[in-house]
Nanobody, 122 residues
Framework: QVQLVESGGGLVQPGGSLRLSCAGSGFDFARYAIGWFRQAPGKGREGVSV????????WYADSVKGRFTILRDNGKNTVYLEMNRLEPEDTADYYC???????????????WGQGTQVTVSS
């Protein structure tokens, strides 16, 4: 069965860095686009970053451009989200998702992980 497991969340100070991991199993990882989404308390789920099945294709939300970097290692069936210069506004539950076609909207993905919590606070 398709599984996605996020890890790497935690508490970090503003301006700090964190790396999230999304490990996939049960499917042909290299053929799927992987997206990172987040949901802050009281807000809807929003796209953060997407990497296509080809690592040459990436997308970033305007709010994280220049601060976050999405990377994939198909040999490890893992996608990373490197987050730098974190801000309190980045506090949210972060989810990774997989779909053959991808996109920047949650509804475009069929497979989801359980999420990992990121808290940015001093």
């Amino acid at each position: 069965q398709v599984q996605l497991v996020e890890s790497g969340g935690g508490l970090v100070q503003p301006g700090g860095s964190l790396r999230l991991s999304c490990a996939g199993s049960g499917f042909d990882f290299a053929r799927y686009a992987i997206g990172w989404f987040r949901q802050a308390p009281g807000k809807g789920r929003e796209g953060v970053s997407v990497v296509g099945s080809s690592a040459d294709s990436t997308w970033y939300a305007d709010s994280v451009k220049g601060r976050f970097t999405i990377l994939r290692d198909n040999g490890k069936n893992t996608v990373y989200l490197e987050m730098n210069r974190l801000e309190p506004e980045d506090t949210a539950d972060y989810y990774c998702a997989a779909d053959r076609y991808g996109g920047s909207k949650p509804g475009q993905y069929n497979h989801w992980g359980q999420g990992t919590q990121v808290t940015v606070s001093s």
